[in-house]
């Protein structure tokens, strides 16, 4: 249980000892670099900054701030959403929503968008799909106290689901939520594939170890099949996802080695490839991958094996066979030994494409120290050629 509420901000250092049975992995391949990533960045603003610090203050209710997703919305405004409470996985946390109406300058007064009363609204997730936009979240909790009757049901894994909302008038009203799947977590926003299905990236931990998969819908939302089994011996969770030009899905993997992990799917979810590691660094932490409109590929990710920091962004243009060397979008000094605060983070971003094919990345800024605690959401405008 404490392993997996930490998983947003803490490493994990012990390496899973059973593999499962659709576990299978590739020596490791190294992607030659493409010409060099030509990146500038328009504008950056900040969309939520924490009213508090002090984790143990009763009166803290939006000090940590994390793991944001982002979303262009059907009338060409942003919207922001992420998770928000004294600190993370307090039976207080819920979900804040911003929204901008020019291409990232600034961003509204953050509103409580979703909270369930006595358990912590975790990792909004979207889909763009025309007219509708899917929202989802992972709800559930993990402190025992204060004491519930039955805590087999109401406190671990099996309290949590994913859920889903939607808004077919550009986000100004939403359905009301309803469960999508149990035992599953979502992170990353879905997509929807040129074919009309709805993929979104799952997770599961079972036995401790991490498994990957798609959440799928054939009919428009009206129904929905989780499908997972991916796994490596490094953990794979907090997937992210992108339609190929050909047709394929690449899923991007969350590990514990410091590299980043892929694998693919050419029946449109139904099925993956076996995972593949690249000779790409990563900490361990939430990446993004997307889709640009003019068919390359975006990933953004924290460019160290051990550190969340710096963010970077990177490009490929042949499927992701090759990436362009990695452009620094933002960075924070770690702290030195001995200091009160013992990590700083710039981490789990999110991606979204305006009209003009500059993009908008969100990503949170987290200080952890035993006394002070606090996330703010920050955000910037890219233009990539």
């Not at 979703?114 to 979207?126: I, L, N, V």
């Not at 709800?139 to 689901?161: C, F, I, Q, T």
């Not at 079972?206 to 819908?217: F, M, P, T, W």
């Not at 889709?291 to 390359?296: E, N, P, V, Y």
Request: aromatic share 10%; hydrophobic share 35%; net charge negative.
């Amino acid at each position: 249980m404490k392993r997996q509420v930490l998983r947003h901000f803490l490493p994990k250092f012990l390496l899973t000892a059973l593999l499962f049975p659709t576990v299978l992995i590739q020596a490791q391949s190294a992607p030659k670099s493409q010409p060099a990533l030509s990146v500038r960045v328009v504008s950056r603003a900040m969309v939520y900054a924490h009213p508090s610090a002090d984790p143990y203050d009763p009166n803290n209710r939006y000090g940590f701030n994390h793991a944001p997703s982002v979303v262009l919305l059907p009338d060409s405004r942003l919207m922001a959403t992420w998770f928000s409470g004294p600190y993370e996985a307090s039976v207080n946390q819920l979900i804040l929503a911003s929204y901008s109406s020019d291409q990232g300058k600034t961003w509204s007064a953050a509103e409580i968008f979703q909270d369930f009363p006595r358990k912590s609204d975790f990792d909004p997730a979207f889909i763009a799909d025309g007219k509708r936009t899917w929202f989802f979240f992972s709800a559930g909790r993990w402190n025992r106290w204060p004491a519930v009757k039955e805590e087999s049901k109401l406190v671990g894994m099996d309290s949590y689901s994913t859920y889903f909302r939607y808004s077919d008038d550009a986000g100004r009203t939403w359905s009301s939520p309803e469960a999508a799947t149990e035992k599953h977590f979502c992170r990353s926003n879905g997509i929807k594939l040129s074919t009309g299905e709805l993929l979104l990236p799952i997770y599961e931990t079972i036995d401790g170890n991490d498994r990957s998969g798609v959440l799928k819908s054939t009919d428009d939302g009206k129904s929905w099949k989780a499908i997972g089994g991916i796994g490596t011996d490094a953990d794979a969770d907090e997937p992210t996802i992108a339609e190929l030009n050909s047709g394929a899905v690449m899923m991007i993997l969350r590990t514990h080695d410091g590299f980043i992990w892929r694998t693919l799917s050419h029946d449109k979810g139904n099925s993956w490839s076996t995972p593949e590691k690249l000779d790409i660094a990563a900490a361990n932490t939430s990446h993004n991958l997307f889709h640009l409109k003019d068919g390359r590929l975006l990933l953004t990710n924290n460019e160290s094996r051990h550190r969340r920091t710096p963010l970077t962004l990177r490009v490929s243009a042949d499927e992701g066979n090759t990436w362009s060397d990695a452009f620094k979008l933002t960075e924070v000094t770690i702290p030195p030994e001995g200091d009160p605060i013992w990590d700083r983070q710039v981490s789990y971003p999110s991606v979204a494409q305006l009209a003009d094919g500059s993009v908008i990345v969100v990503w949170s800024e987290i200080i952890l120290g035993d006394d002070e605690q606090y996330g703010d959401i920050r955000s910037a405008r890219v233009s990539v050629q």
